[in-house]
């Protein structure tokens, strides 16, 4: 899958049965359920999960709350829009 089809998938109203937990709540946060998003990622306990985790509470407008899991996930917040950081993210967690 690559980002255009994974954008594409945003129209219907079930993620595709393939996408990994990572995809998926990235999937869900673009369909606007950012509650579904966090609950998906919330406890995966790796970087990649994190750094998801900490773009959700960006988004959410919790600073502190992102800040400790960019962290976590060996990140810094970024300084680009959300809109750039969900593109960034989805096309680093496609697989290659």
Do not use: C
């Not at 089809?5 to 998926?24: D, G, M, N, T, V």
């Not at 985790?53 to 899991?69: F, S």
């Amino acid at each position: 899958m690559n980002i255009e089809r994974f954008i594409a998938s945003l129209s219907e109203s079930q993620p595709p049965k393939s996408l990994s937990i990572y995809l998926r709540a990235l999937w869900y946060d673009a369909k606007g359920e950012w509650h579904k998003a966090h609950e998906e990622i919330q406890d995966v306990p790796d970087k990649k999960a994190s750094w998801i985790h900490a773009y959700l509470h960006r988004k959410e407008g919790d600073t502190w709350n992102a800040n400790y899991w960019y962290n976590k996930a060996g990140r810094n917040m970024p300084g680009e829009d959300l809109k750039s950081e969900w593109e960034y993210i989805t096309k680093e967690m496609l697989p290659t």
